[in-house]
């Protein structure tokens, strides 16, 4: 019996007797036409397995449901996923730039105007928000301080 904690399940294409699941480890396993319906990503399970020469390989079969041929676990639900983080509270912006964690329009523009390109990027995502908005800041500042001086 062998235990299986399913990340990936893939059903078999047309014309081909196995799918596949891929465990959280990354082991694949061969999985039987007709037996996809019986597994899930991201459960637990236990099933008879067997290896098998697959050209110049040896590859492990799934050779029965889950809890079938002697197991001694059935499949059990996954575990209750972590908690979101949560971002961090934002500074209050009153618009006059006099130091106490307020920015000028100016400057809120400027933020937003880089903070488009590096999430166009396709390098950051949602929760990374607050930190690139927190890095982007001084350099907004900068660019407006040097248009301001005309540098």
């Not at 020469?53 to 059990?76: C, F, H, L, M, Y």
């Not at 961090?88 to 105007?113: F, H, L, M």
């Amino acid at each position: 019996m062998t235990v299986i904690v399913a990340k990936y399940v893939n059903p078999a294409k047309p014309d081909k007797k196995f799918g596949s699941i891929v465990d959280a480890s990354g082991a694949k396993f061969m999985l039987p036409v007709g037996m996809q319906d019986a597994f899930a990503a991201g459960q637990t399970y236990d099933v008879p397995t067997s290896q098998k020469k697959w050209g110049d390989s040896v590859v492990t079969v799934i050779e029965g449901r889950p809890g079938a041929a002697g197991s001694t676990n059935p499949a059990t639900p996954p575990a209750a996923p972590a908690p979101a983080p949560q971002a961090a509270p934002r500074p209050a912006y009153n618009g006059n730039g006099n130091g106490n964690g307020s920015v000028s329009k100016d400057v809120q523009i400027a933020t937003i105007a880089l903070m488009k390109s590096f999430i166009e990027s396709g390098s950051f995502g949602l929760t990374d928000l607050p930190a690139l908005e927190a890095a982007c800041i001084p350099t907004a500042r900068s660019i407006v301080k040097r248009t301001a001086d005309g540098t």
